[in-house]
C-alpha cells in the first residue's frame, strides 16, 4: 500500500516541512475568508430582498463602495 500525505511530509527535510505547513495554513486562513464572505453576501441579498419585497433573482449584489452596498 502507499504512503499517505502525512508520512511523504515527514519524508522532506525540516525546512521544507515547515514551508508547507505555513502555506497550508495560509490556503486555509483564505478558504474561511471566503467562505466567510460568501455568508455575508448571501445574507446581504436575502436582507435586501425583504426589505424591498423582491424575488430572489431580482436580486444582483454588485460590490461595495464606501461601504455601500450597491444593488
Known sequence: ???????????QP??????IE???QELIAQELTRQ???LEKQQLKLRAR???GLK???VVIFGKINHRTLI
Open 56 to 58: 430572489q433573482r431580482e
Open 50 to 52: 425583504k426589505r424591498k
Open 1 to 11: 500500500m502507499g504512503k499517505s500525505l502525512r508520512e511523504k511530509i515527514k519524508e
Open 22 to 24: 505555513s502555506r497550508a
Open 14 to 19: 525540516i525546512e521544507s516541512q515547515i514551508q
Open 36 to 38: 466567510k464572505l460568501l
